[in-house]
């Protein structure tokens, strides 16, 4: 450092009077941003409390129990879009977490070096492309790729009486359940395999080396060395994981049907409380209409709020 | 011997599966970037920069579309990143381990994974419906939320990182903690700081949900921040729903340059760091 940064003043430091005066503006500015922080939580707590209030007024309890969403009759009952985003967002955890410790594994344990960083970036890079670009993936790729190998073959060949047969109704567009927690793995796949990785990799190599030396298989080693080791810091991770899954909104939107029902079978339409605010939040014309949407909003911030203080004590209490 | 032979087994299961599931997984998104460019890079002429979004049935492009993202997405990331900067500076430098800066600090670190459309929401609840319009600004004010508590949690990494001998040394010559902290630790860490820029940046490109409520969309070109504007990520939804073929062209097209956009951006900010930490 040379000695003209703190002998001439930069234009950064004109802006701030010399002396304990501008000493203090800049703390207090400071001060202000990071209490913004509290403020903007505070703020959309209050604002989707105070938006959808005549909802809740209007329809106490069965706006929980009901699954009527009509906005002609102005009869709003939000079990459907509940139920259909607890659904997705717990089978796309289903889904990723067994993939996603194994590719952890895989690049921690098993990857050769020269392969696992460039597959370690890729996966980070893969982490941040936007919802949209896997939703539109999703539409076009997917649903009609899933509607001909996997629904029509098991409709026909599946009694409708069954047990499966049950699970598998639904018109076969593509459009349903499981499409759109297929998505939500895709998507929340990548992020929880890199921080997972990032985890495995704070174990001491001396505790795996131990173990090793006892004679253990890599097997062994991962289930009762590395996983124990980071047990805390892996269930924060795997709530994270969720509370994407249960706020994640376009991916959804694009392919879940959006009928507000509830779900009868796997490959029935549904939606989420996510999709139905996107979809219906600028048509609604109604005061009534755009009260329920914002307390729909207020249920999913609660959702993901208790999900993600969980998710942040485990993890925090380990750094 | 049959239990060690037993133990040997389940080991290679163990081991096939999980190079499975990343082949799966690597294949999976190969699949995704491969289809964005088979259906997207067909369409990718000049026009598209040049023109505006067409009616359907007619040819065009999206440039009001990509206009007003970068638009929107500076004057978010100005907000965010002096906001974001000062609010991480705070929790750093100033808090030095307080309940209240501990309690904002979890709290960013929530804000950080809030759902993208509840800010879009707040957002139209103090600014679009009080004025009685969508505006490009109030779009702007839930990027820039939505990208703040990612520079702020860069930026409180970054400087954490700095020796506090640093610190020390600057106090030693005379200088207040404000001066120390604006001429000799920003600078120290500023490859960080910028990447912290890059990554809110990479975050709120793509982010279509809270746009939808908030700059709602626009179908022609304006610079005006208080009018509705369109963005990319509102365009594409409207062309890929939309039931003609050339709109839905254009969504692919749209889609291939945000996921160009934010993997460069991304790219970006990785090497940077690397220069920064060495």
Same mark, same amino acid.
């Given at each position: ?319 | ?20 599931? #990343?082949?799966?997984?690597?294949? =999976? $998104?190969? &699949?995704?970037?491969?289809? @964005?460019?088979?259906? !997207?890079? /067909? ?108 520079? #702020?949690?860069?930026?409180?990494? =970054? $400087?954490? &990182?700095?020796?506090?001998? @640093?610190?020390?040394? !600057?106090? /030693? ?106």
């Amino acid at each position: 450092m040379s000695d003209s940064a703190l002998s001439q003043p930069s234009r950064l430091n004109r802006l701030f009077p010399s002396g304990s005066f501008g000493e203090m503006i800049f703390r207090s500015l400071c001060f202000s941003a990071a209490t913004l922080t509290l403020v903007a939580m505070a703020g959309i707590i209050v604002a989707l409390a105070i938006g959808g209030w005549p909802a809740f007024k209007a329809f106490g309890f069965n706006f929980f129990l009901s699954s009527e969403w009509n906005p002609v009759s102005e009869v709003y009952g939000a079990a459907g879009p509940i139920i259909g985003t607890l659904i997705t967002a717990f089978l796309a955890l289903l889904l990723a977490l067994p993939l996603a410790i194994g590719i952890s594994v895989f690049l921690v344990e098993f990857c050769p070096r020269i392969l696992a960083r460039p597959i370690a970036v890729a996966v980070e890079l893969l982490a941040g492309i936007p919802s949209i670009v896997y939703g539109m993936w999703g539409l076009f790729v997917l649903a009609p790729w899933f509607a001909h190998y996997i629904q029509f073959p098991l409709l026909i060949h599946v009694s409708p009486d069954t047990w499966l047969g049950k699970m598998v109704a639904g018109v076969p567009n593509g459009a349903n359940i499981l499409t759109a927690s297929l998505i939500l793995a895709i998507m929340i796949l990548p992020y929880m395999a890199s921080v997972f990785r990032e985890l495995f990799l704070t174990v001491p190599a001396q505790v795996r080396e131990a173990a090793y030396g006892l004679g253990a298989t890599p097997f062994e080693v991962v289930c009762s060395v590395i996983i124990p080791y980071v047990k805390r810091g892996l269930i924060g991770v795997i709530m994270l994981g969720l509370g994407r899954a249960l706020g994640e909104t376009m991916a959804v939107t694009f392919i879940i049907g959006n009928t507000h029902s509830l779900p009868h079978s796997l490959f029935d339409s549904g939606s989420t409380i996510a999709s139905t605010i996107a979809n219906e939040f600028t048509e609604a014309t109604s005061e009534m209409h755009s009260a329920a949407l914002t307390a729909l909003g207020l249920v999913l911030f609660m959702i993901t709020f208790m999900v993600l203080i969980m998710a942040r004590l485990l993890i925090g209490k380990r750094s | 011997m049959s239990s060690n032979l037993k133990r040997r087994f389940i080991n290679k299961v163990f081991v096939a599966l999980c190079s499975l599931s #990343t082949l799966l997984a690597v294949g =999976m $998104l190969a &699949l995704i970037l491969g289809s @964005l460019i088979v259906n !997207g890079a /067909g369409g990718l002429h000049l026009s598209v920069f040049t023109q505006d979004q067409p009616s359907p049935g007619m040819s065009g492009g999206l440039r009001n579309a990509i206009i007003g993202s970068i638009a929107m997405c500076v004057v978010a990331m100005i907000i965010a990143v002096v906001l974001g900067i000062m609010a991480g500076t705070w929790l750093s430098e100033y808090s030095r381990n307080s309940k209240y800066g501990q309690a904002i600090h979890f709290l960013n670190d929530v804000l950080l994974s809030v759902p993208s459309i509840l800010v879009g929401l707040f957002v139209y609840e103090i600014m679009v419906r009080p004025f009685h319009g969508f505006s490009a600004f109030a779009g702007a004010v839930s990027l820039a939320l939505l990208a703040m508590p990612i520079v #702020t949690r860069t930026t409180y990494d =970054m $400087l954490q &990182l700095q020796p506090n001998t @640093l610190r020390e040394a !600057g106090m /030693g010559l005379g200088a207040s903690q404000g001066l120390v902290i604006r001429s000799i630790i920003w600078k120290a860490a500023a490859p960080g700081l910028l990447t912290g820029g890059l990554l809110g940046f990479a975050r709120i490109s793509g982010e279509t949900a809270p746009l939808l409520f908030t700059a709602l969309g626009n179908q022609f070109l304006t610079l005006n921040m208080t009018e509705p504007m369109g963005s990319l990520p509102t365009t594409i939804f409207q062309f890929a729903m939309s039931a003609y073929d050339d709109w839905r062209n254009l969504a692919w097209v749209g889609a291939l340059l945000i996921a160009m956009a934010v993997l460069t951006i991304n790219i970006l900010g990785r090497v940077m760091t690397r220069g920064g930490k060495r």
